[in-house]
């Protein structure tokens, strides 16, 4: 398993059809692999440094032996799995019962308020949102589904 000590990680998956999602981005104090701690022999995402970054790799049976001995970490890495647990659980939740509408809503929302926490015009933010698939890539300024080989290996 593996722990970010510096920079940050994007976790993605990519499904047999070849669509891909990014499932996290981790930062600094954030452990994944850690699968291989109840048996897992493969990795189901995919970890990629997003900019400069130091990942330490932790043994199974060393990562093990600290569980066990030492309770104070124990509690914390439980605590810590407990946490993105509830996030994940809360996010696809999200995902499955919130429409698309609401979530751009809430994304508005987002943008104002910090617009109005920064105190800066609204027309120097710039962000702009699509009504499109998280699947879908914009290619000459429409919204397509299918990926070309060389987008795939980019994206």
């Known amino acids: 398993m593996f722990s970010v000590q510096?920079?940050?990680?994007?976790?993605?998956?990519?499904?047999?059809?070849?669509?891909?999602?990014?499932?996290?981005?981790?930062g600094h104090g954030s452990f994944f692999g850690e699968g291989c701690l109840v048996g897992k022999r493969t990795c189901m995402a995919t970890a990629t440094a997003l900019d400069a970054s130091t990942i330490l790799r932790i043994e199974k049976a060393a990562m093990i032996r600290v569980l066990h001995d030492e309770s104070s970490f124990s509690e914390l890495f439980m605590a810590y799995?407990?946490?993105?647990?509830?996030?994940?659980?809360?996010?696809?939740?999200?995902?499955?019962?919130?429409?698309?509408?609401k979530r751009l809503a809430l994304g508005r929302a987002i943008v104002d308020a910090c617009v109005e926490l920064l105190g800066v015009p609204r027309r120097t933010v710039l962000v702009e949102?699509?009504?499109?698939?998280?699947?879908?890539?914009?290619?000459?300024?429409?919204w397509v589904a299918e990926w070309t080989p060389s987008e795939r290996t980019t994206a």
């Open 129 to 142: 949102f699509t009504p499109h698939d998280g699947d879908e890539m914009l290619r000459d300024g429409n």
């Open 81 to 101: 799995l407990l946490s993105r647990n509830v996030r994940i659980q809360e996010d696809l939740v999200d995902h499955l019962f919130n429409s698309a509408e």
């Open 6 to 26: 510096a920079g940050r990680v994007k976790l993605t998956v990519l499904s047999q059809q070849g669509k891909g999602a990014v499932v996290g981005i981790l």
